[in-house]
């Protein structure tokens, strides 16, 4: 482990403002309110990304949008990693998820992609799988809608309601991440935050 070493917490997502509200952009969202909530702003580019540097719970962090576009993340945190020297462990990465219930958080210290474009793409660039990642579920798509519509689309009005919760309680789950390591976020977030709508 490098000594003082920055985390590294990537939310992604689509950048522009036709995307800024779909479900394919919750990572963003939750790095948005976690940026918010320890008073940073994400006002610099590097590598393809609008970056923030501070402090969360005494401990340094870089949180990182990738405005690459959601299937080409990997070509702005990669080099971010390597350039700052982010240990794996000191890595999060936070995506939507269709295959979790709306309003479901997974945390989990490696694994897949689930088919996910953006985590294929850090994957493959980084080339290991051995980092942490929140998913956030989105549910399925209703009937026959392609998921690729799906994610495009924004929250439905009951689920937008339900989402500053799910942000707040994503942005306590990366704390713990942070102060006491990932199996002990997972053990206290894994689940669903709200009723499923």
Same mark, same amino acid.
């Given at each position: 482990?490098?000594?003082? +070493? %920055?985390?590294? /917490? *990537?939310?992604?997502?689509? %950048? $522009?403002? +036709?995307?800024? !509200? ?14 918010? *909530?320890?008073?940073?702003? &994400?006002?610099? =580019?590097?590598?393809? *990304?609008? @970056? ?5 719970? $005494?401990?340094? =962090?870089?949180?990182?949008? %990738? #405005? ?6 990997? #070509?702005?945190? +990669? %080099? ?5 020297? /982010? ?5 999060? =990465?936070? !995506?939507?998820?269709?295959? &979790?219930?709306?309003?479901? &958080? ?22 290991? !799988?051995?980092? +942490?990642?929140?998913? @956030? $579920? ?20 009951? #689920? ?7 942000? #707040?309680?994503?942005?306590? *789950? /990366? !704390? ?5 390591? /990932? ?9 669903? @935050?709200?009723?499923? =709508?």
């Amino acid at each position: 482990m490098i000594e003082n +070493a %920055p985390y590294l /917490i *990537a939310g992604l997502g689509n %950048p $522009g403002a +036709a995307y800024r !509200h779909n479900r394919h952009n919750v990572g963003f969202m939750i790095v948005d309110s976690l940026a918010e *909530a320890v008073g940073v702003t &994400l006002t610099r =580019v590097e590598n393809r *990304a609008l @970056v923030g540097k501070g402090l969360v719970d $005494g401990r340094r =962090v870089i949180l990182v949008k %990738p #405005q690459t576009y959601m299937n080409e993340s990997g #070509q702005s945190v +990669a %080099p971010l990693v390597r350039f700052y020297k /982010i240990p794996l462990e000191q890595i999060l =990465v936070i !995506h939507d998820d269709l295959d &979790l219930p709306f309003g479901t &958080l997974r945390l989990r210290p490696s694994g897949g992609t689930g088919g996910q474009k953006g985590m294929e793409s850090i994957v493959s660039r980084l080339g290991v !799988h051995e980092f +942490a990642r929140l998913r @956030v $579920g989105i549910g399925r798509p209703p009937g026959r809608m392609d998921p690729r519509d799906y994610v495009l689309h924004d929250f439905d009005p009951p #689920q937008e309601e339900l989402l500053p919760e799910i942000r #707040q309680t994503a942005v306590e *789950a /990366i !704390h713990k991440f942070i102060l006491e390591g /990932i199996e002990k976020a997972m053990n206290e977030f894994n689940g669903p @935050v709200i009723d499923e =709508v």
